[in-house]
């Protein structure tokens, strides 16, 4: 009888201190493992105005162009009202014959900035893939390098190809009036760069409008091509051909090269 006691009291104690090890463990492992109660979260959707290098670049943008409308507003204003009025030679006290650089320089470079954004913008809906595998800050680099670039590169080439054919004084009103108008975008561009970061405008809408401002920009230039050197032109033809070649082909290689340069960042990265 002591016998069968003793082997039922050991066999309970063997089984007491089983349980306890599975509970000592069961404890162990619920403290290492990670919780995976309850329903799996969405990722929020990518927003512009969460980016902190677009938040950086809005601001800059701000500056410069409460700089460029504080100190610049008289020059400013003589140049825009002027735009439409064509000379053959300017006066030594005209007013808009002046050519100060800073405010032009300033908010040319907040147009540049501002379809470096556009652009950013449309590749962020269009190229998901570039925005999950490359960081942000680089892709607006990138594009905001691209446009500086382009239009210094179109400004040396006009520069070079009015200094062969036509003389000083039309090539001087040309770059003036094409950096006038480059500064008058400006005014469109940045607000509507706000309106697209921080409210959430519908892309199609943002698209077509920027469109439109792209070929009005056009227009105008053209306008003022035809005002500045047709006298010197053989014909429509080498009108036509001239702004073809410095205005209308630069957009093309621009847009090519963006979408190349998204495809080496991605190889690259």
């Not at 701000?62 to 460029?68: P, T, V």
């Not at 892709?139 to 000083?168: H, R």
């Not at 073809?244 to 093309?252: G, K, Q, T, Y």
């Amino acid at each position: 009888m002591n016998e069968v006691s003793h082997i039922g009291f050991s066999q309970i104690q063997e089984l007491y201190e089983q349980h306890v090890k599975e509970i000592d463990d069961a404890l162990l492992h619920s403290k290492e493992a990670k919780c995976s109660t309850g329903m799996p979260g969405e990722p929020l959707p990518y927003q512009l105005r969460t980016d902190l290098p677009i938040t950086c670049v809005v601001f800059l943008c701000f500056f410069l162009i409460i700089y460029a409308l504080k100190n610049g507003k008289k020059y400013l204003h003589q140049h825009l009202k002027g735009f439409f009025r064509h000379k053959e030679r300017a006066g030594l006290f005209d007013e808009t014959s002046s050519f100060d650089i800073r405010y032009p320089l300033t908010l040319g470079s907040i147009s540049c900035i501002s379809a470096s954004l556009f652009i950013y913008d449309f590749f962020s809906k269009t190229d998901q893939v570039l925005y999950q595998v490359i960081p942000h800050y680089v892709i607006l680099c990138v594009y905001i390098l691209c446009l500086f670039l382009t239009i210094g590169a179109k400004t040396l080439l006009s520069q070079f190809i009015n200094w062969i054919f036509f003389d000083k004084e039309r090539n001087k009103t040309w770059i003036t009036a094409y950096f006038d108008l480059l500064s008058g975008a400006s005014l469109i561009l940045f607000p509507l760069a706000l309106l697209i970061i921080y409210f959430n405008l519908d892309f199609n809408f943002s698209k077509t409008f920027v469109l439109i401002v792209v070929i009005c920009f056009k227009i105008l230039l053209f306008y003022k091509c035809i005002r500045n050197f047709f006298n010197h032109f053989h014909g429509v033809l080498h009108l036509i051909l001239y702004f073809c070649s410095l205005e209308i082909i630069p957009l093309l290689f621009l847009w090519k090269g963006l979408a190349y340069i998204n495809h080496i960042l991605i190889l690259n990265f």
